[in-house]
């Protein structure tokens, strides 16, 4: 997926979850992109988080430690 349009769905999930108490839009930002996201955009996302000035949204930064982790495949 383009790196830019991953970075715009997740600003987009963290825009809706910033009306909630900080630590509960991070928990939010978290399980709906494990929920919902497929692994391959998941294992984007995190490369992505590694990199500075990716653009993501400070809940999305946050979150990314509460992200469920890609499978290694082997």
């Known amino acids: 997926m383009a790196p830019e349009k ?29 929920k919902f996201w497929e692994p391959r955009m998941r294992a984007q996302l995190f490369e992505m988080l590694q990199q500075p000035g990716s653009g993501f949204d400070p809940l999305v930064i946050e979150a990314g430690d509460r992200i469920r982790p890609v499978a290694k495949q082997g």
């Open 6 to 34: 991953l970075t715009h769905m997740a600003n987009q999930i963290a825009a809706f979850f910033r009306t909630r108490p900080h630590d509960e839009a991070v928990a939010g930002v978290a399980d709906h992109i494990s």
